[in-house]
T-cell receptor, first 114, second 116 residues
Framework: EAQVTQNPRYLITVTGKKLTVTCSQN?????MSWYRQDPGLGLRQIYY???????DKGDVPEGYKVSRKEKRNFPLILESPSPNQTSLYFC?????????????FGDGTRLSIL | AQTVTQSQPEMSVQEAETVTLSCTYD???????LFWYKQPPSRQMILVIR??????QNATENRFSVNFQKAAKSFSLKISDSQLGDTAMYFC?????????????FGAGTILRVKS
C-alpha cells in the first residue's frame, strides 16, 4: 500500500530537549516536504527536498533542520525545541515534475513543547 | 507572494442540503493548480478535488464540484447532498510549476459541520 509514515503520532517534551520526527515513503517519490499546521494559519511549508542530498528552506524554517540521506526518508529535527514549535506537523511526498501531481500526506505528528 | 484566503472560519449545513465554501487566491502567474483538501477529526489530509488553471471546465468529483473563476481568482467548493461524514476542516490550496518542491500554499481552513 502506497503510504507516507510519520513517527511518532504524538509527543510531549520539554524545552531544549532535541527531538526527531521521522518520515518515510514507499512510493519512490523525489519530492518531500514538511509542513506545520496552526490554527488560523493553515499549513505552512517548513523545508523541502527535491532528491537525495538536495534540501531547501520553505516559508518557516527557523528552529528546524532536515536531512535526505536516502530517497525514502526525510526526518525533521528540532535541535532545541521551544514552546512556539508546539504544532501539528505533516510530511508529504510527490513525484518530480508538474505540480499537479497529488501530494501524499502522512497522518500527522502532534508535538507539544512544554 | 502567493496567498490563499478562506473567509469563512466555520459553516454548518443540514444533512442532504448543499453548501458552498469560498476561496480566493492571489498570484501573478498564469499556470497553476488549485486543490481542496478535507481534514476530518482523524487529522488525515484527503484530496477532494483539483483544478488546472488552464482548463476552463470546472472540475467535479461525485458530490463535490468547484466554481473556478480565473479572472476573479476565486475557487469555491460546492458540496451537494451533504452527509454527516463530510464534517471536517476544508483547506483550499494553490501551487504552481517548480515552486519549492511542489509546495502547496494553504488557506486558513473552513470548519464544516453537517447536522442531522
Amino acid at each position: 500500500e502506497a503510504q507516507v509514515t510519520q513517527n511518532p503520532r504524538y509527543l510531549i517534551t520539554v524545552t531544549g530537549k532535541k527531538l526527531t520526527v521521522t518520515c518515510s515513503q514507499n512510493m519512490n517519490h523525489e519530492y518531500m516536504s514538511w509542513y506545520r499546521q496552526d490554527p488560523g494559519l493553515g499549513l505552512r511549508q517548513i523545508y523541502y527536498s527535491m532528491n537525495v542530498e538536495v534540501t531547501d528552506k520553505g516559508d518557516v524554517p527557523e528552529g528546524y533542520k532536515v536531512s535526505r540521506k536516502e530517497k525514502r526518508n526525510f526526518p525533521l529535527i528540532l535541535e532545541s525545541p521551544s514552546p512556539n514549535q508546539t504544532s501539528l506537523y505533516f510530511c508529504a511526498s510527490s513525484l518530480e515534475g508538474n505540480s499537479n501531481q497529488p501530494q501524499h500526506f502522512g497522518d500527522g505528528t502532534r508535538l507539544s513543547i512544554l | 507572494a502567493q496567498t490563499v484566503t478562506q473567509s469563512q472560519p466555520e459553516m454548518s449545513v443540514q444533512e442532504a442540503e448543499t453548501v458552498t465554501l469560498s476561496c480566493t487566491y492571489d498570484t501573478s502567474e498564469n499556470n497553476y493548480y488549485l486543490f481542496w483538501y478535507k481534514q476530518p477529526p482523524s487529522r488525515q489530509m484527503i484530496l477532494v478535488i483539483r483544478q488546472e488553471a488552464y482548463k476552463q471546465q470546472n472540475a467535479t468529483e461525485n458530490r463535490f464540484s468547484v466554481n473556478f473563476q480565473k479572472a476573479a481568482k476565486s475557487f469555491s467548493l460546492k458540496i451537494s447532498d451533504s452527509q454527516l461524514g463530510d464534517t471536517a476542516m476544508y483547506f483550499c490550496a494553490f501551487t504552481q510549476p517548480w515552486m519549492g518542491g511542489n509546495k502547496l500554499v494553504f488557506g486558513a481552513g473552513t470548519i464544516l459541520r453537517v447536522k442531522s
